[in-house]
């Protein structure tokens, strides 16, 4: 430093302007009066400072596996969420499994009604389609269901419709059920409930009930009709009928 300072005291021309500016930039940059911080490097942000090297390739490796675990975590109570109530009814003793109806079904379905009066449910509706038709036929109609998925698309189907006025679906046990209210009856059941819904309506319905199977008939009642084919027949019953004899032994 004395160096330059002195060479500066002596020196003319340019060259001496040349050493006194040296001179006067070495003396600023001891002072901590040098050029601005970013003209020396490139200034940081506080949130610009990232790991480098395996560190943040450690971090990269962290954070897919959250994701990753997250995602597998989110599908699998998703799924289970989903199929539960499909499920369930599998585990009982007796289950009503859900099999849409044909479009011929319905119709004759809607046949067995014709002249009938009075309130109508659907044990085991599904996905509504039995309530709707029959509610668009001027019933009030209730549909019966265990799966709620199936309910809550059901209620969605007749405001669609326009008859959720007359078109109630209800989460409910067939078995937990009174349905001593109702004066038409629309089950598509299995074999191996028919016997025991028989003995339940037998002791509920009112003697002039009708009762309407579908897919597979009652094991002792003499149906009153029966209009279809294959696993479009349908088969109406009447109560006062399988009250007074006519029962199949």
Same mark, same amino acid.
Not at 5 to 19: C, E, K, N, S
Not at 58 to 69: A, D, V
């Given at each position: ?100 109806? +044909?479009?011929? #079904?319905?119709? @004759? /379905? =809607? ?7 009075? *309130? ?57 059920? +009174?349905?001593? #209210?109702?004066? @038409? /009856? =629309? ?7 028919? *016997? ?54």
């Amino acid at each position: 430093m004395d160096l330059f300072l002195g060479l500066a005291g002596t020196a003319g021309g340019p060259h001496g302007f040349l050493l006194k500016e040296c001179c006067r930039l070495q003396k600023d940059m001891s002072d901590g009066d040098g050029p601005p911080p970013e003209t020396l490097e490139e200034e940081r942000q506080p949130g610009d400072s990232h790991p480098a090297g395996p560190e943040a390739s450690r971090l990269k490796k962290s954070n897919w596996g959250f994701l990753l675990t997250g995602a597998v975590g989110g599908t699998l109570v998703a799924l289970y969420a989903v199929a539960t109530p499909f499920i369930t009814p599998a585990l009982r003793k007796i289950c009503l499994p859900f099999v849409p109806a +044909t479009t011929k #079904q319905v119709e @004759n /379905v =809607v046949k067995m009604l014709r002249c009938r009066r009075g *309130p109508l449910v659907d044990i085991g509706s599904g996905d509504g389609r039995i309530v709707i038709a029959a509610a668009k036929e001027g019933f009030t109609a209730v549909g019966y269901e265990l799966n709620p998925w199936l309910v809550w698309y059901s209620r969605y189907r007749a405001w669609r419709e326009g008859v959720q006025g007359s078109a109630t679906f209800y989460v409910s046990d067939l078995w937990k059920v +009174t349905f001593s #209210q109702y004066s @038409n /009856v =629309v089950i598509f059941g299995v074999p191996q409930m028919m *016997p025991q819904l028989e003995k339940k309506l037998e002791l509920e319905l009112e003697d002039d009930a009708r009762v309407i199977a579908c897919r597979f008939p009652f094991p002792h009642w003499t149906p009153a009709q029966v209009t279809g084919e294959g696993v479009d027949t349908v088969w109406a019953y009447d109560t006062s009928a399988f009250r007074g004899g006519g029962r199949r032994p």
